[in-house]
């Protein structure tokens, strides 16, 4: 039967190309389905992979999703315009599916270079939003690609509306797995490129498979088959050649990494400085991190009198707890850590675990695993001293937790004659920060007491201090003897100067859950409009 009969000679190819289309098995298709299902997973894995690796590297989360995720966007919208180009008429199946496979093979190697060249831009100090935003340009554009292709491969079929139902439903199924598979599965079990790697070698199988799955195109498997264990031998090297660049960001030897569903840990060590880093932020060195510890900690206690529960949120590493347990009339300490890698860290590391002088085993410590927004309100009792000792308010997510809702739900624990003190950043370069912090907790009704300590590692670090206005607070003293803070140091340690405070002009706003001001204030910094 002749598929052009009765047709008018000017349709007669798009006549052929349609009965040519409809030879396509059910075999046929559900490949392709299934290809551009995994192919759309691929690419929203890549796009997590690329905000939390820009995020780690350049420190700013927002911005960093922002860039990503809009170029994404459009460059998907790019592609699918792009794809009308190719070939139609006669024989477009065959020159949709070479196309269609073309995008797959060219996915592989961004996945598995793309992240290592952004890791070794920023070593080098390259141009890094740059890189980001070329890499993400093309990824995206090979992703809207797929979609027009496959919806033209499949245009002939006589269930049109079915294979195009199954088109869509399988692409965001697709995104909806690759969403959950990166925070749960890859990224705490893998880490980064070692993902990125996996990545890589997805498009391939598919590329393959498709090659088997259709005679017209034969001749590419052998060339497909060839790269499949080139690109598993370039996958087992991306992580260590990742890792000999990471080496390079910090000053000291590496001594251990760990890559979490919250953050990436690193331990370095020189002699005897130990330093620990959350996502490239240094977060205490042991040469000087008594300093920060007991100012954090013992002015509060101190101020107390004899506090016999105490809450402290954040502070995994067991230092702080290692303070607070020096308090003779302790009685119980709840911890609030969100990260069990963090605690696993603490608990075992021989270096850290001496340092913080195994403070995670003593009996009065009870552990509570999770976001500390969600779980304070469920709390038994109230406690006599709160410790917040969270990352800097540098992303939305980090801002909440020094905020006028969750500090209303930290009150709501609080003993009648206790007190909440948090770290606040540092006040030279951030002024701002500390302002709003204290701003926060007066919009509450409290009193506040603002400090600040100078830790050799990160010059002057400032502290909140809070308490309702009823209680009236004495000059303390320590029953011990700590490596700096005594009752001298105390009495003159709430005179913040100023050069530690907003400038004449500078208005300052309490940090909320639906306006997080700090997040602008930790980013405008001193250092950084100098």
Known sequence: MNPGAGTPPQDRPQAQARAQARVLTPVQVRLLLVSAALSSA???????????QASYLAGDAALATGVVVGTFLAAMGLGAWLSQFVAAGAGAQASLLRAFVLVELCLSPLCLFGPLALFSLFAAD??????????TLAVGGLGGMELPLLTRLLEGQEQLRRALAQVLALDYLGALLGSLAFPLLLLPWLGLLPTAALLALVPLLCSGALCWGFPGLRRWRWPVAAALPLAGVAALLVAPLGDRVEDGLYDDPVIGRLQTRHQRIVLTRRRDD???????????SSLDEYRYHEALVHPAMALHGRPRRVLLLGAGDGLALREILRWPDLERVDLVELDPAMLRLARRHPLLRRLNGSSLDDPRVHVHLGDALALVP???????????????????????????????RLLGR???????????STPFFTPRVLASIQATFEAL???????????PSFGP????LAHRPTLTLAAGDLPFQARWLDRAQLRHLFDLPRDLRPGPGERVEPNRLVRPVLVDYQRQSRWRSN
């Open 42 to 52: 691929v690419g929203l894995v890549l796009q997590l992979l690329l905000v939390t």
């Open 126 to 135: 390259g141009p890094l939003w740059l890189a980001l935003v070329l890499l």
């Open 274 to 284: 130990l330093r620990l880093y959350l996502d490239g932020n240094l977060q205490f």
């Open 378 to 408: 469920g709390l038994a009792g109230r406690y006599d001293v709160i410790i917040a000792d969270f990352p800097d308010p540098a992303t939305p997510a980090l801002a909440r937790l020094y905020s006028l809702g969750f500090y209303g």
């Open 414 to 424: 609080l003993a009648p004659g206790g007190l909440v003190v948090t770290q606040a």
């Open 445 to 455: 009704g409290l009193d506040t007491r603002p400090y600040s300590v100078t830790v």
């Open 461 to 464: 670090w400032g502290f909140v």
